[in-house]
């Protein structure tokens, strides 16, 4: 495939991801009171759906494992949005219908909490992760993650699939070990950059890029990849998931869901998944 041809469908892709997140977002805020042209009469029963969840990617097969059992036992389901953390973010500050906001690092969580869109006392920080190379489960690529390894080299006319590294944290954490490995400048140019890290997974996944930078969790979530190693923890930034009701949420089980998040159940889920639960 040409180059030129290879960037038109990474563009049609990116334009249908756009398109299928503001499709989702729609039908979420429709589905939501208060967002309709009238407002509820006075002593309406509150909606029974669930709180609207807005989750960073890498989270969606741990999460949505995680949501089955609360919405068996209270008989509400969560509609959980997923895409790159700084999306939703933005999403959430142009005023998007979330109750509940969890992001793949402190920064985006930051960001909503300067602009005080974050319900005070409600921040906690759930788990951690690790930052892989992977490649796809076929492929047996001889490497040994250290300063100044010849990724590059072994990437030779393929690419390296990343999240966009401007902004979506599992990029920035990516740009970030490979700046302290010392091997940025030569793997800058081998970059695909998918719009969140589960699109970066499936071009992996899916043959189209011969390396990715992903999360652990991601490659445990799917059997098309296998992990070539480790990035160290001392290369980038700790990957910390933090959570927060958003301030203008007005469902009650958005606070009951949160905690629900840290329980004995959930965390075996988180575990199994590969997340590090993090001690409060």
């Not at 729609?26 to 029974?48: D, H, I, N, W």
């Not at 489960?137 to 080299?153: M, W």
């Not at 890290?197 to 979530?221: C, H, M, P, Q, W």
């Amino acid at each position: 495939m040409c180059p030129k041809t290879s960037l038109t469908i990474a563009a049609t892709r990116r334009g249908l991801a756009v398109l299928a997140f503001g499709l989702v977002i729609a039908a979420v805020t429709l589905s939501r009171p208060g967002f309709a042209e009238q407002p509820a009469a006075a002593g309406q029963k509150a909606t029974t759906k669930g709180p609207v969840v807005f989750a960073a990617a890498s989270m969606k097969t741990a999460l949505d494992a995680v949501a089955a059992p609360w919405a068996a036992e209270t008989g509400k389901t969560p509609p959980i949005v997923y895409a790159s953390s700084a999306v939703l973010a933005k999403q959430i500050e142009q005023g998007a219908p979330a109750d509940i906001f969890i992001s793949a690092d402190l920064n985006w969580m930051d960001y909503l909490d300067k602009a005080k869109l974050i319900r005070p006392g409600t921040r906690q920080n759930l788990f951690g992760n690790a930052l892989v190379l992977i490649e796809p489960a076929d492929a047996s690529a001889a490497l040994t993650i250290a300063p100044g390894f010849d990724l590059a080299g072994a990437t030779g006319d393929g690419k390296v699939a990343v999240c966009t590294i401007a902004s979506c944290p599992g990029g920035i954490y990516a740009k970030q070990a490979l700046d302290a490995l010392g091997i940025w400048a030569k793997v800058e140019p081998k970059l695909a950059q998918a719009d969140n890290i589960r699109n970066a997974l499936n071009l992996v996944s899916r043959g189209e890029a011969k390396f990715g930078i992903v999360y652990a969790t991601d490659a445990k979530a799917e059997p098309k990849v296998k992990v070539v190693g480790i990035f160290p923890e001392s290369s980038h930034s700790p990957i910390v998931y933090p959570v927060a009701v958003v301030d203008a949420s007005k469902n009650p089980d958005a606070a009951r869901f949160v905690a629900y998040l840290s329980s004995q159940a959930a965390n075996k889920i988180w575990t199994e998944q590969g997340f590090t639960i993090l001690s409060k």
